[in-house]
Nanobody, 123 residues
Framework: QVHLVESGGGSVHTGGSLRLSCTGP????????VDWYRQAAGKQREWVSH???????SYADSVKGRFTISKYEVKDTVYLQMNSLKPEDTAMYSC?????????????????WGKGTPVTISS
């Protein structure tokens, strides 16, 4: 079991910034990397960003150019820097990591989720 804890959510106006954190033991060295997801009220969960163990990053088109994912190995923390925030970014943001299956690798082992941190953007 991997216990993940998110923090950094809050309420800001359009155009503002927030930095989310996700912390957990061994998080930044996990071979399967770490994802950020978000879920707005009444909507399906949406993938936001991923960072691999080697630091390679990827983003959803809706946040590309505004959000930056990074990690700080010393603190086993993954960050999501969110700039130029819009009302449509309002959601509960959660981080996820996975354990690689012994033979099949990433994507076939268990997922571990944090409880999330709320983000509210007002116009």
């Amino acid at each position: 079991q991997v216990h993940l804890v998110e923090s950094g959510g809050g309420s800001v106006h359009t155009g503002g910034s927030l930095r989310l954190s996700c912390t957990g033991p061994g998080l930044t060295s996990n071979s399967c990397g770490v994802d950020w997801y978000r879920q707005a009220a009444g909507k399906q969960r949406e993938w936001v960003s991923h960072i691999m163990a080697d630091g390679t990053t990827s983003y959803a088109d809706s946040v590309k150019g505004r959000f930056t994912i990074s990690k700080y190995e010393v603190k086993d923390t993954v960050y999501l820097q969110m700039n130029s925030l819009k009302p449509e970014d309002t959601a509960m943001y959660s981080c996820k990591t996975s354990r690689a299956h012994q033979f099949l690798g990433c994507g076939y082992g268990p997922d571990y989720w944090g409880k999330g941190t709320p983000v509210t953007i007002s116009s």
